[in-house]
């Protein structure tokens, strides 16, 4: 009888949409994948596993995979597609990116991808070898994802913050080190239903059992909030007034802590006087949350020691979500809850292991200040933001989905797209986009499954390897693990894989040094120490205690700042409240509030129209954005595109539960099944996004149904102010619904 083998791996990589850094145990028969489950040693996940997770067999073996390289043979969108080999693919990648290169030069190919993962460090590797700065998360209007809020921590303290869980040292909440938070601020999440970046959702369950009390921020009622001490159901987008009064409540009542903002604070007095402009009566109009329920809420946090905030994506989807992001952020620096048991920790790429050089700095020490500068000279929106151009190498994707239109100020003429679905998923105005790509003269398109995206613009398909069949690395954040190849499928072949082959022919130079995907992997691990071999098979490693990489107190130990003295990664050394970098960049230096762009307040003639505020994007706990659509078990727990509607105005409209509706604004129309529910304020509805039907349709002009049900048609594109981040209004556009007319399902 043949034997079980059971490779110990991690997940961090699309295919499925992993996020986190689960330990998994993926059992493997005959040389296929015959159950997967969580490894119980793993200190991330403990044993436990997500539905995603669990159904990888039916995700690994599904019928729809991509299983060769194909190329388009029909017109675009008919779905008539040839299997070609790997190296006829790879040899019309090079020879139609480098004619477009030759004729138009390197900038005129963007190379795109959806969320991180693992994948960000080899399209970067790609982009650059290719020679163009155009590596862009293209239809993430306003960059809206994570990176406003890394850059208000960036360049407020000089790292990344997040709630301390325990797990950045080996024994988790075992260790005698760790405390656990005495308040938690479940900001903007609902963290079991989602597979948020480097965070276990269940984390904050595991803290609420041993004594964590919640405070919950949210437009929506989830299962956290129906256990918190105190929850605000703010109005959508109104975050930043929100933080600014809560530091009014806290500053003004002398609830921060002084001896830390006296030694570690530049720019308290100015904060306070912002923070004064924001009294409670103000902020509660502003954000819908009676007075007193604000000021309990600061009154909580502030009083606990030590307090974390766990936040989620809709801060950097508000209209301006750096700002609001550094107003949140100066609530854990005043508090002195920051590299602290319990608190907000300093988060760093165990041992400094990156999968690419994302930042500049790290840019400038592998290629030199002239690469850089070069890159940002071409790099779209560089010359228009001067926080994009100091932060990360990205282009910014709402100028570039308008220069793809427009070939303003210089052509682009081909799109690489790299495991991301935008048009049925993330990209806002979506039509838009649509456009865009047709526009292209070649598009590359590496994913698993044929989407709504692949059909309609695919001039090249590459099929990308899942999690179970590929090798790569996972340091976002700790411990440092690496991915195994358990299975093959087809001729799939990881995104490791293909980006450094093609990386290969575009700078020769190259083969000198990576023979293998191995060897690129080493490379990138060298910081740790440790190989390829020596960390695979579940030999996962935590940084050594008082090192860069490992909290807790760093700041106090010299070991944050790259002089070694002690302060904090920022020009002053300290937490700049008043931040002279985005003074710098022609920026308020001191968190604000703006009106989302659509509102009662901003535009009261168009809410009287529409009067209902849309939230998009709400997490299911069986799909990650996009992906899973036609995964059978995850589809039978979530079957439909909903629209969730207060009773009271379901009443109001003539709507009853499970009744398709039209969902409406200027920009165009939906429909959506009707969810009758409390959980939602009466004057909000919530649309999960990222739904397209696979079971329908996927070629011209159905698109898998795209037209019909996706809410980013009702999105227009960003940014939201002149940091160039934030601002897509994924959950403030104004939206009218109304009950399908006869003949309309
Ligand atoms: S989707 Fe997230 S929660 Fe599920 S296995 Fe992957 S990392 Fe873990």
Redesign the pocket.
Known sequence: MNEVTIFRTT??SPG???????G?ELYVKDGRLVKVEGDDEHP??RGR??P??LALTQYVYHPDRFLYPMKRVGERGEGKFERISWDQALDMVEERFSKIKDTYGAEAVIFAQGTGRDIGGPISFLCYSFGSPNWVQLGLAGHSCYTPRLAAMMFTHGDYAVLDAGQFVPEGMDDPEYEPPEVIVVWAQNPAAG?QDGF??HWVSDCMKKGSKLVVIDPRWTWFSSRAEKFLQLRPGTDAALALGMLNVIISEGLYDKDFVDTWCLGFEELAARAAEYPLERVSQITWVPAEDIAEAARLYAKAKPAAIQWGVPIDMGPSGTTIAQAIAHLWSITGNLDVPGGQVIARAAFDVTTYPFSTQELHSLYGEEFVKRMNEKRIGAAEFKLLKNFRGWGQPDRAVEQMLSGDPYPIKACWIQTTNMLGGQAADTKMHYQALLNMDFNVVVDCFPNPTTMAVADLILPAASIAEKESLRSWWSPLQVMMSAVTVGECRSDWEINLELAKRFNPELRKRFDTVKDLIDDRLKPSGYTFDELKDGHWKFPEKDTPTRPYRRYEKGLLRPDKKPGFRTPSGKIELYSTSFEEFDMDPLPFFTEPPESEVRTPQLAEKYPLVMVTGRRSPVY?HSEHRQIPWLRECDPDPTVEIHPQTAQELGISEGEWVVIHNERGRIKRKARVTPIVHPRVVSVPHGWWLPETQGTEPNLYGIWDINCNILVNIGPGDDSGYGGGPYKTALVAVKKLSQGEE
């Open positions: 997940a961090w499925p949409g992993c996020h986190g850094g689960c998994l991330y996940n596993l997500c995603r997770a597979c276990y959702g990650f």
